[in-house]
């Protein structure tokens, strides 16, 4: 895929965070918990990214985005407090699912974190795609 300007790669990142959602879905329904915290996680990733591209900050690691997502949008208050530590919550869980050893997730874990994620790409929307 070809982007032609920075909108085009904004959207393009945005769709990425949707369909992550969307996979992370289909494994929560096959109880395929440690897959859909990483899933997840890069919903919310991929959405953060959006973000700063539309706001010309650039990062390239997965810390960096943390740190700008951070310092430019929570601490400054453009977005609620709720959505830095669910980012960072993922981020973290993501890490133990992916590389810990016997450390699996569950239900209990998972389930609730699907409307988090859904109301933080609500978030990121309205000041990515929406503006």
């Known amino acids: 895929m070809k982007i032609e300007n920075i909108d085009e790669y904004i959207k393009y990142r945005f769709k990425r965070a949707e369909e992550s959602l969307d996979d992370a879905l289909i494994l929560i329904e096959n109880k395929k918990w440690n897959t859909a915290i990483n899933r997840l996680y890069y919903s919310c990733f991929y959405a953060v990214i959006a973000l700063l591209l539309k706001n010309n900050i650039e990062t390239r690691t997965h810390v960096g985005a943390r740190t700008k997502f951070s ?14 530590k669910l980012f960072s919550k993922l981020f973290d ?28 790409l609500t978030e990121i929307k309205k000041l990515t795609i929406n503006q």
């Open 71 to 84: 310092n430019e949008f929570i601490k400054t208050g453009t977005l609620d407090k709720k959505y830095g």
């Open 93 to 120: 869980y993501r890490q133990k699912g992916d590389y810990g050893d016997f450390f699996d997730f569950d239900d209990k874990i998972v389930l609730p974190l699907v409307n988090q994620v859904k109301d933080f």
